[in-house]
């Protein structure tokens, strides 16, 4: 197996994790700025656009972890959204009196989810059909698209892909001083 | 200000919606693959058609399984 340049991996590793803090950002850093903003705007509007249908509880943490592992692929708007979350379940147990999270005994946790969830959908930000599955689809396809994107910018971080391909007929030569 | 608060009611008939959310899909795997930017516009078109038509096909094999099978 080849030896790989030190500096590639550190390279690609900060393009991973840039690609994952703000989607786009590896590829901007990998000096693919024109993919970097198409992604950014993308997924972006996609994450946004979900969360907009959902409201504030399209990231839900304590029912919805499998949706939350998918949303977690766009990083800093996940994080921001998780935390506003967070914020707004607090303020409603604080209004209510209870725990901000569900007691572990059965009964007492099913008592938090019943008090919890009337008074969701009294303030009207329950998630119901079908506007949870459309939220959570928007917003998980984002995480789970920026996730590919995250391979892509750690990968041509890897190989020390910097820049645009060149084009066809300076590939070509490239290619055919490499042969010959 | 209650966007990103309250749900957007979206009324039962929110199967539009893949319409975008197939052309979003389409655009960011084509963005990471195609060799040149020029070559995206028509890449994502061919694909989201290529997506559009799939899903349309798999409902209409499924409707038929449904009522004609099932």
């Known amino acids: 197996m080849p030896k790989r340049d030190k500096s590639h991996y550190k ?3 900060l393009a991973g994790a840039l690609a994952w803090f703000i989607p786009g950002a590896g590829h901007v850093y990998l000096r693919r700025s024109a993919r970097g903003v198409i992604l950014c705007i993308i997924i972006h509007a996609l994450f946004w656009t979900g969360l907009a249908f959902g409201g504030v509880f399209t990231v839900e943490p304590l ?3 499998w949706w939350l592992a998918a949303q977690a692929g766009t990083g800093a708007s996940c994080l921001a959204a998780w935390y506003r979350q967070e914020l ?7 209004d209510l009196g209870i725990r901000p999270t569900p007691p572990r005994g059965r009964a007492d946790a099913q008592a938090w989810w019943d ?3 009337r008074e969701l959908a009294e303030r009207k930000i329950a998630l119901v059909y079908p506007t949870g599955g459309v939220a959570r689809a928007y917003s998980g396809i984002a995480g789970m698209l920026n996730f590919m994107c995250i391979f892509d910018a750690f990968m041509l971080g890897l ?5 645009e391909p060149p084009p066809e007929p300076a590939a070509a030569k490239v290619r055919e001083r490499r042969a010959g | ?3 990103f608060l309250e749900p957007v009611p979206m009324g039962e008939n929110a199967l539009w919606l893949v319409v975008p959310l197939c052309a979003a899909v389409g655009a960011a795997y084509k963005t990471i693959r195609v ?3 020029r070559q ?3 890449q994502i078109l061919g694909l989201w058609a290529y997506m559009l038509v799939g899903l349309v096909a798999l409902g209409v094999a499924l409707y038929l399984l449904q009522h004609y099978v099932a």
């Open chain 1, 11 to 13: 390279a690609a590793l």
């Open chain 1, 63 to 65: 029912k919805q972890r």
């Open chain 1, 88 to 94: 707004t379940r607090r303020s409603i147990a604080e």
């Open chain 1, 115 to 117: 008090a919890y969830t």
């Open chain 1, 159 to 163: 190989i020390g892909r910097f820049g």
């Open chain 2, 1 to 3: 200000m209650s966007l």
């Open chain 2, 35 to 37: 060799h040149h930017l």
């Open chain 2, 40 to 42: 995206l516009p028509m």
